[in-house]
């Protein structure tokens, strides 16, 4: 009998998603290779092997789970879902790690549940969202969707893994903006989280609360739902210095870092500092692959997982870092494409939430690495060496290609 | 169509700012990326071998070890050090010690050893991964043979120190440097030093070196240059070994055409090479606070009260000025003393020398007769020809910290110290023999008998053999006629060869010396004892000074005469092996040379008149 391999190993739709993917991969495949290239005995000797192993099983589940159909992904969302909640709570109970309870192992071999929590969270999302028949008007009508991203929010919060709360939130708001609620609605959803950021100074809270009032009272939402709003956006004015107390020392120090990476040098600018002279002494063409003297010289630090992209500045130079840029707008746009080209709202919802995610992953991760953002352990898409990362990248990646096929 | 926006304008705003950090920036993070790798390692240069007159090693360099850390945070110095100390033997002190110096010091490499022993260098090497940025370098290591003999003239060497780093002669230097701390290899510091050169090696991040770092050659070391200097060392070991025992004194001996210095010893001394590396802080409190000062240079950084042999330079100035001759004799006959004012002024010899000539008078050393030339000569003349004759000023040898000793200048220096009423015209009697206020350094009186020997400008002692200081002249000359001064020669000789001389007794009996004893009479204790002389007297080779302080405990026993005169044999007789008891050779028949002097004074005298009585 004649096997139709084509058929059965390609899923169907836009080639250039899954094809793009690949190339990233295995160029992310030779920076972590050149990662392992140091002066300094490191875990990163050799990783690039295991990356390898693990593009395999990526490339398995992905002709795995592309094979399923999008409507049987709705239907077990629910029980993704529910599956995800009971690991993030395990994870809380018997979790590993350096600084955060966010590893999980199954004898050698680890994983980040809260990987997992990210798709199931996306599928419920948009399972959610694709249900209702009108479009959302309503601040209540948000409710349902708010505590779905909410709870693994919290439990990751919890852990605490400032960079994938992050990632939470943006899965809420990709959803809400894809699903067509209004910019203004979720403008008033996301400002109490602005009077949380800007609690620090009264004097600028107090600003920003008197333009909301007059927002408010220009765009006349319901009565109750502007003073609950007005309400939350005191309460997170108020929460601001104790929630800032109960985040862990080093979260601190990243924050107040990510603000002047000169406060501390040697502590936690270390990282910042060391980055911004690795990928400026890359230039236009870069040290040379494998050369670059501050990874090798072990100056660099995570240089093959939260820090590769600074391996790719120092070697590999502007040029380098235009070609990696310009290949990921390229994936995420088609992604974005797919998202738009889909026929079915859920399908379409969960398309979005991904390349939402994955557009913060990399906006996160290489804007940390220049100082534009907050340090945290987000992984680069592709990039970052890291198994249970790749592996539910190209989970996702599937259920996109399943997406560009079903269209 | 938002969506898409919103992803173009990220990327975009991505690209710009690594335009921004790798091409706009890019040269500011390529050197801090250099200056986070590289670190200069200063390489030392080895020290100039220093040889005597013979080519003899004074000082020479031996391998050693130095152990050195990185520079780093002062928590992980701390640490490193704590994990140190036990293989290094590194009290709590010594690490407090070395953290201050990284605290001042910080892009510095600090050296923790400079002189590491073999035992200590493995115990490091073995456990290498533990301290990462612990260097282990061979540098050279100061080593001085002869040791004890030759301290004080070759000095030592040590880590400079912070009050040295900010002076000029010192500019350039970085600590840790190894520089001269005191005799000649502090006063050759820039010749013997050499220039370190600086090997550029990449480190990483936890500071361990990666190796030499490509696109920097190293800065090649230019070793110190090579000395010569006029000391014989095996003459030098010989006064070593027969110093009298238990006693304090020095001796120098300088070659009078030259101005070498021949010996140059202080005792009690002490072993230069316990300084190399750090001396040990029990060692050096014990030779700080030890009363009898064996740092001390006693040559040519202390005065004595010269005593008796000051009287030369009475002589000669009083013959210079034409109020005394070899035959003056004065109006009081020494029966034991001189009453002058209300005070009576003793000579030495209680029964009295009774009528003498100058030249009896020198070679008894009679005071008496001493006192009255000097007032003969008059203070202020006195005092003019002590300034004339060099005695206000430093000889100039190449010695750091040299003395000028202590002479009055002129009378208004005892008004400033007495008041005018508080002296009287009587310290010209106690100048006259060498006492009051009077103090010189072997040195300097080695210079004065060295003109009294050659006649002229004498030379300025040296220690180093170079084409600028050989034979280089004071600018002071003994103004007297040669005949004079010959007959000053004579009366010198007379002293150790003439029975009735006060040297006469330990006179040597295989060549003929010229020279003078001394009792310094001090206000610690017993009498130093001096003798300055030199040989042959007519054609001198060597000038000697020497004394041994206290070493007068009698009339009967001088200490410096004899260790003086052995030391003045031992360097004729290797001069001229094959010239043995050339002494007695001499004795059989009277020396012609005495006679064609004696001949020649005469002469000249019958031109002179200076209306002396004889």
Known sequence: MKVDWKSTLWPGGDPRVPGLALLLAL????????????????????????????????????????????????????????????????????????????????????????????????????????????????????????????????LVALQPDLGSSMVFGAILIAGLFWAGIPVATLFMLVSPGISLLLGFSPLVWGVWFMALAVFLYLYRPYA???????????????????????????????????????????????????????????????????????????????????????VVGEELGFLGVTIFLLLLVWFLHRVLAVARAAEDPFPSLVVFCLFAVWLVHVIINVGMTVGLMPITGLPLPFLSYGGSFLLMLFVGLAIVSRTSAEA | ??????????????????????????????????????????????????????GRIIAENVPGYSISLLPGSSDTLRATLDRLASYLHLSEAEREVLLAKHARFPNQPLVVRDDASFAEVSAIEERRPEFPRA?????????????????????????????????????????????????????????????????????????????????????????????????????QQY??????????????????????????????????????????????????????????????????????????????????????????????????????????????????????????????????????????????DLLAAATRYGFHDPTGIDLPYETSGVFPSSREWFDERYGTRGWTQSVVLNLSIGQGENQQSLLRMAQFYSALATGGSPVVPHIVRSEGLAGRRATWELDLTEARRRQLVAALTAVVNEPGGTAYP??????????????????????????????????????????????????????????????????????????????EARAEEPPAAAAGIDEAEAVLDRGVSDGDTP
Not at chain 1, 242 to 259: C, E
Not at chain 1, 287 to 307: I, M, S, V
Not at chain 2, 550 to 566: E, K, R, T
């Open chain 1, 27 to 154: 160029l992310g495949i030779a920076m972590i290779y050149s990662a392992g290239h140091v002066e300094v005995p490191s875990v990163a000797t050799g990783a690039w092997r295991k990356q390898l192993i693990w593009l395999g099983m990526a490339l398995v589940a992905f002709v795995v789970v592309s094979r399923i159909p999008l409507r049987w992904l709705d239907w077990a969302s629910v029980w993704m879902y529910a599956a995800s909640i009971v690991l993030l709570v395990v994870v809380l109970l018997i979790g590993r790690g350096p600084n955060t309870r966010s590893w999980l192992y199954v004898g050698p071999i680890g994983m980040q549940p809260a990987e997992f929590a990210k798709l199931s969270t996306i599928l419920l999302l948009s399972r959610t969202l694709s249900s209702y028949q009108e479009p959302i008007g309503r601040l209540s009508q948000l409710i349902r969707p708010v505590l779905i991203v909410l709870l693994p929010f919290s």
């Open chain 2, 239 to 380: 006064v070593d070994s027969i110093f009298p025992e238990g006693m304090r004194g020095g001796v120098v001996a300088l070659d009078p055409s030259s101005g070498d210095v021949l010996v140059l010893y202080s005792h009690p001394t002490f072993d230069p090479n316990a300084f190399i590396g750090g001396i040990d802080v029990g060692l050096w409190r014990s030779l700080r606070d030890d009363p009898a000062h064996p740092l001390l240079n006693r040559v040519s950084t202390a005065s004595y009260p010269p005593g008796s042999i000051f009287k030369l330079m009475v002589a000669a100035a009083g013959m210079a000025d034409g109020k005394l001759s070899i035959s003056s004799y004065m109006p009081t006959a020494c029966g034991g003393g001189l009453a002058y004012g209300n005070r009576f002024f003793r000579c030495w010899k209680p029964g009295g020398h009774g009528l003498l000539s100058l030249a009896d008078a020198i070679q008894e050393s009679c005071n008496v007769y001493f006192y009255q030339a000097g007032m003969r000569v008059g203070l202020d």
């Open chain 2, 135 to 235: 260097v282990v370098e061979m540098r050279p290591r100061r080593h001085y043979p002869a040791a004890r003999a030759i301290a004080h003239l070759v000095g030592y060497v040590g880590e400079i120190s912070e009050a040295e780093l900010e002076r000029p002669k010192y500019l350039g230097y970085d600590p840790g440097r190894i520089v001269g701390k005191d005799g000649i290899e502090r006063r050759y510091e820039a010749t013997l030093g050499g220039v370190p050169g600086v090997r550029f090696v990449e480190v990483n991040a936890l500071g361990s070196i990666v190796g030499d770092f490509g696109p920097r050659p190293a800065i090649e070391v230019r070793p110190g240059t090579d000395l010569t200097i006029g000391l014989d060392l095996a003459l």
């Open chain 2, 1 to 54: 169509m938002a969506a898409e926006g919103l992803l173009l304008g990220v990327f975009a705003l991505l690209g710009l700012v690594f335009f921004r950090l790798q091409v706009l920036r890019s040269s500011t993070f390529e050197l801090r990326s250099q200056e986070n790798r590289l670190r200069a390692i200063t390489v030392p240069a080895p020290r100039g071998t220093i040889y005597d007159r013979h």
């Open chain 1, 224 to 310: 109750a739902e502007g003073i609950l709003v007005l309400l939350a956006n005191v309460a997170g004015g108020a929460l601001t210095l104790p929630l800032w107390r109960s985040l862990a020392p080093y979260q601190q120090n990243r924050l107040i870092v990510f603000l002047d990476p000169t406060v501390d040098p040697r502590g936690a600018g270390w990282h910042l500092i060391q980055s911004k002279v690795a990928i400026g002494s890359g230039g236009w063409y870069g040290q040379g692959f494998t050369q670059g003297p501050q990874k090798r010289l072990a100056f660099l630090p995570e240089q093959h997982t939260d820090f590769i992209f600074s």
């Open chain 2, 506 to 583: 330990y006179r040597s009996t295989r060549w003929r010396i010229a020279g003078k004893t001394g009792t310094a009479q001090n206000p610690q204790g017993l009498p130093h004892s001096w003798f300055v002389g030199f040989a042959p007297p007519e054609d001198p080779e060597i000038v000697i000074a020497a004394i041994v302080e206290f070493g007068h405990p009698d009339n009967q026993v001088s200490l410096a005469v004899p260790y003086g005169i052995g030391i003045v044999e031992r360097y004729l007789d290797s001069l001229y092996p094959e010239v043995p008891f050339r002494r």
